[in-house]
């Protein structure tokens, strides 16, 4: 009875220590996935907020003001001017970028930690102010960058978070524009 025991004592702990690598290897698969989804939500947020910004540079240094604002019903709205555009194409991929935009954000809600979530609002409402002084007048480049700092800032802050997120390495970049460095800039507005 005793060798009966014994054997029944070891199978029990053999099929336990294996129920439990099981179980420890599914949780790092688990993490994993997690690491891999977050890294591919945050790499495609950082792909349409580019975008974003390009083509709000492109209002910014355009010397046309292709849109015009009007308040309707209280609510402020903001409508392409009719023959400004050299191409009118320009609106409809200006609509797909904030949709690209808007969807990145919307995937950071859903996927990322609650920090990342904090910086990805944080940077959306800077863009948003960016696109108004890029749509209200022209600027310089020199003085559009000036007002770029801040978002660059809020950038290198969300990467370094969904970094820190994913097990990477903290890197040494405060902004992530890489003019942002010269002590000189002209004062930002607003």
């Known amino acids: 009875m005793t060798e009966f025991a014994t054997a029944l004592l070891g199978g029990l702990l053999g099929i336990g220590a294996t129920l439990g690598g099981v179980e420890l290897t599914r949780r790092r698969q688990a993490t994993q996935l997690e690491r891999d989804l977050l890294v591919r939500v945050v790499g495609e947020a950082l792909k349409a907020m580019q975008r974003y910004m390009r083509e709000i540079l492109s209002l910014a240094y355009g010397s046309h003001p292709p849109y015009h604002r009007e308040v309707i019903d209280g609510v402020e709205h903001v409508f392409p001017r009719q023959n400004v555009r050299d191409d009118p194409s320009q609106d409809e991929r200006f609509d797909h970028v904030i949709s690209e935009w808007n969807s990145s954000m919307?995937?950071?809600?859903?996927?990322?930690?609650?920090?990342?979530?904090?910086l990805s609002r944080q940077i959306d409402t800077e863009l948003d102010r960016l696109l108004d002084l890029a749509i209200d007048e022209q600027w310089s480049r020199e003085a559009f960058r000036a007002e770029r700092v801040e978002v660059g800032e809020l950038v290198a802050q969300f990467v370094n978070v969904a970094r820190r997120a994913t097990g990477a390495d903290k890197l040494d970049v405060e902004n992530v524009w890489t003019w942002a460095d010269p002590p000189e800039l002209p004062p930002r507005q607003g």
């Open 106 to 118: 919307h995937q950071l809600l859903v996927t990322a930690p609650a920090e990342i979530v904090t």
